[in-house]
């Protein structure tokens, strides 16, 4: 399968992988995203973001239009620093706390024929940034927490 995704999400890379933040408008997806970015991460795209598959893999960018944007509630549309493209590792699916499941079971979102590690996160805790920053690690490191399997 090959082709390109447009999806109503934010990207954000981590030491160059990126994790897809998914939810709806108001759920927590740009927020975590600065916080993210505060903490060195780097913008991939914000609201939207463009999926396109290479090989056994998929990339993330940006759709020209809004490149290097990223909307801060409370401040307006700003300018960031982002990369162009970056492989995603990681979905994360922005939901409220009380329905983050403690011990979630392994779960795969199939995007373009590709099957991605997804979560269920919080985006408003403050542990959430160190939750993907950890989760990612561990994915690069070629280990999987439980919640994963292999």
């Known amino acids: 399968m090959s082709g390109t995704l447009l999806v109503h999400a934010t990207a954000v890379a981590i030491e160059g992988e990126a994790v897809l933040l998914l939810g709806a408008s108001g759920s927590g997806k740009s927020d ?59 979905i994360a699916d922005m939901l409220p706390s009380d329905h983050v499941e403690r011990m979630p079971p392994s779960r795969f979102e199939t995007l373009l024929g590709v099957a991605v590690p997804a979560i269920g996160l919080a985006p408003f805790e403050a542990s959430a940034p160190a939750k993907l920053r950890l989760l990612r690690r561990a994915l690069a490191e070629g280990w999987m927490p439980a919640i994963i399997g292999r």
């Open 32 to 90: 975590l995203a600065l916080r993210l970015v505060d903490g060195g991460a780097r913008l991939v795209a914000d609201d939207q973001v463009v999926l396109r598959r290479a090989d056994n893999r998929l990339l993330a960018s940006a759709p020209a239009a809004i490149a290097g944007l990223m909307e801060v509630r409370g401040i307006g549309i700003v300018r960031v620093e982002a990369l162009e493209t970056a492989p995603l590792v990681l």
